[in-house]
């Protein structure tokens, strides 16, 4: 059984950097094919994909943020980390991530989501 | 980016009704598209991917099709329990995006 659980702070300043943490279960980031990725739905918002990070190590982010996000895992802990700089009040969001899936023609998917943890960017 | 723009943006409907829900992409995707489910205060979950294969244990009532820009879910027979918002997103290409979502209500 595939589990993912966010954990962070649900307040953070302008400015400041938000690291935040994805403990899972049901399955190994040093399996080939497993990713773990991060989404973020501002209140009343669209979902809006940030970052994904493959068994390889290989990373992607979304340009618009990329010199803000750093994605890294934690294979012995079973973790995937996000951390974003310089955070806004745009920023506050429900932070969501999710197990992803997907085929030999690259198709993604993200089949499992943690239950979210709403960060709030006020000063 | 590419772009996913859904129709409507909200819809009601009676139960038993027949539902569908329209997302175009801004440019051809082919079958990288899926669907998801959300309810209030909850994650999404998973209904569709490849555009039209359904993930274990979602109802057979829905089905998911199309290819290239336009893509669509529909719910055979509406049931109570599926008032949510429904998303399409596309794995094409980085960034990976969104539509806006649908809000389904019943009539």
């Known amino acids: 059984q595939i589990t993912l659980k966010e954990s962070g702070p649900t307040l953070v300043k302008p400015t400041q950097t938000l690291t935040l943490t994805c403990t899972f279960s049901?399955?190994?980031?040093?399996?080939?094919?497993?990713?773990v990725g991060w989404i973020r739905q501002p209140p009343g918002k669209a979902l809006e994909w940030l970052a994904l990070?493959?068994?390889?190590?290989?990373?992607s982010y979304r340009p618009s943020l990329n010199n803000r996000l750093t994605i890294t895992k934690d294979t012995s802990k079973n973790q995937v980390v996000l951390t974003m700089t310089n955070m806004d009040p745009m920023d506050t969001a429900t932070y969501y991530c999710?197990?992803?899936?997907?085929?030999?023609?690259?198709?993604?998917?993200?089949?499992?989501w943690g239950q979210g943890t709403l960060v709030t960017v006020s000063s | 980016d590419i772009q996913m723009t859904q129709s409507p943006s909200s819809l009601s409907a009676s139960v038993g009704d027949r539902v569908t829900i329209t997302c175009r992409a801004s440019?051809?995707?082919?079958?990288?598209l899926n669907w998801y489910q959300q309810k209030p205060g909850k994650a999404p979950k998973l209904l569709i991917y490849a555009a039209s294969t359904l993930q274990s244990g979602v109802p057979s009532r829905f089905s998911g099709g199309g290819s290239g820009t336009d893509f669509t879910l529909t719910i055979s027979s509406l049931q109570p329990e599926d008032v949510a918002s429904y998303s399409c997103q596309q794995s094409y290409s980085t960034p990976y995006t969104f539509g806006q979502g649908t809000k389904l209500e019943i009539k």
């Open positions: 049901g399955f190994s980031l040093s399996t080939s094919g497993v990713g």
């Open positions: 999710a197990h992803r899936n997907g085929d030999v023609y690259s198709r993604n998917w993200f089949d499992y």
């Open positions: 990070l493959y068994w390889d190590d290989d990373k």
């Open positions: 440019q051809s995707i082919s079958n990288y």
